[in-house]
């Protein structure tokens, strides 16, 4: 059997970190972190690319548009893709690929680590090493992450630990797959689309406002005045304090009035919105055309906004678009 045709794309983190007297810093290239694993060469053969060598903490949405078209440029070329990244915006970026790039034949694996691959304890190893066994495989398709053992969909990843390996979790929806001992065991298998589409603009301009008990409803006007969506970031299953000397049902009525898009999600990790359970979300929800994220995550719901932004700023078509399931990230 032929082995597979591997690009990988690196572009920081932990994973390509040497010790500094400023602390970790990305400093290691593709080719330094592939040396680290001489084995693979057994199972996929692999090219290096190299766009920034950065901690995650600066991405930033015009690093994925230049992923994405990196990936476009060399698609035909390869049978599969492993981004290297650092963990803390690693569910970002794999949200923001999962709408950039969609229905991908091909596997587009983003992975990372805890600990730099030159330390003697460090999980960067095992998953750079899983990450090209999973994008290897002739089941893996789409933007998908792979860290210590877990295949997790690219909409659905938060990461969960800040320190230990166990870093990401799979939020309303099963892992795809485990790798144990050198072997992919897939629990969904999903089909395979014909063909890719690309998508090339992004608006940056989408701001998260966590609701917290007192805070004033001017900060979110605030938000809303320099934002073209904003997501309130709720408590349970989504709501706003309704008092009116709190002024928020103003202020979102206000700024819709005007063209901006507000979401409303939860701050609790698991099972998402349902405004219409209680009077302090119903109200809204019933009176104003605010969108509700129900099951998706919010790394999802930042990008899939910057996605639709990026196309149209019709209030309809935003809609349309923001209910719609892209890779299996909503399924209310
Ligand atoms: N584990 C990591 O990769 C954390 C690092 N600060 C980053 O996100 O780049």
Not at 237 to 248: N, T
Not at 290 to 302: F, N, P, Q, S
Request: net charge negative; aromatic share 10%; glycine share 8%.
């Amino acid at each position: 059997m032929t082995k597979k045709k591997i690009l990988m794309i690196g572009t920081g983190g932990t994973i390509a970190s040497k010790i500094t007297p400023n602390g970790l810093d990305p400093q290691l290239t593709s080719e330094e972190i592939l040396a680290f694993i001489p084995g693979i060469s057994e199972i996929c053969e692999v090219d290096t690319l190299q766009i920034c060598n950065i901690d995650s903490t600066n991405i930033a949405p015009d690093i994925w548009v230049l992923m994405t078209d990196t990936i476009r440029g060399k698609y035909e070329q390869y049978d599969g893709f492993v981004v290297t990244h650092g963990t803390d915006t690693m569910a970002y970026t794999a949200a923001a690929l999962s709408y950039m790039i969609q229905d991908s034949p091909k596997p587009i694996i983003i992975t990372g680590a805890q600990k730099p691959i030159n330390m003697e304890i460090t999980d960067s190893k095992t998953n750079l090493f899983d990450s090209f066994l999973y994008a290897s495989s002739d089941s893996a398709s789409g933007v998908q992450i792979v860290f210590n053992g877990k295949v997790i969909l690219g909409t659905r990843a938060r990461k969960t630990h800040s320190k230990s390996f166990q870093a990401f979790s799979s939020i309303n929806y099963p892992y795809l797959a485990i790798i144990q001992d050198g072997r992919v065991i897939s629990y969904i298998t999903k089909e395979k689309a014909g063909a890719p589409r690309f998508y090339d603009s992004l608006d940056a301009k989408v701001a998260l406002f966590k609701l917290t008990p007192g805070v004033d409803s001017d900060i979110l006007a605030y938000m809303l005045e320099r934002n073209d969506a904003v997501i309130i970031e709720s408590y349970g299953v989504g709501g706003i304090p309704s008092a009116p000397e709190y002024g928020y049902f103003k202020v979102i009525n206000h700024w819709i009035g005007k063209g901006k898009t507000v979401v409303m999600t939860t701050q609790v990790p698991n099972e998402g919105s349902d405004m219409e359970i209680y009077k302090v979300g119903h109200e809204l929800k019933a009176r104003v055309n605010i969108l509700e994220a129900y099951d998706m995550i919010t790394e999802a719901v930042v990008c899939k906004l910057m996605w639709i932004l990026g196309q149209t700023q019709d209030p309809a078509r935003i809609k349309e678009l923001f209910y719609t399931t892209i890779s299996n990230d909503i399924l209310y």
